[in-house]
């Protein structure tokens, strides 16, 4: 099922508008977020992020350093996501 053209919208707009905080680029322009399911019944929206897996054997700092974006990336966009759907649970996978 194809997605209502006011969500896409409002989808894009929000991650025109969420800035990743060390480059202070959007998340549309970084291609932080690989896809947003939109599912209306149950008002519920999950987030796939686009981030690549860190091992903290192989590099402890990248390891810590993409953690605490991701964290950062998360808590930002969600309350973004929260201001166009108020009321909704916000999930990331």
């Known amino acids: 099922m194809e997605l209502q053209m006011d ?28 896809k947003m399911t939109y599912y209306k019944t149950d008002k519920t929206i999950v987030v796939y992020m686009n981030f690549a897996t860190q091992s903290p054997v192989s590099c402890p700092a990248c390891f810590i350093t993409t953690d605490m974006m991701k964290d950062s990336v998360e808590r930002d966009l969600r309350e973004a996501i929260l201001v166009d759907f108020p009321g909704w649970t916000v999930s990331f996978s």
Request: zero cysteines.
């Open 7 to 34: 969500v896409r919208e409002k989808f894009d707009a929000i991650l025109a508008r969420v800035k990743e905080p060390q480059s202070e680029l959007s998340l549309a322009e970084l291609g932080l977020i690989k």
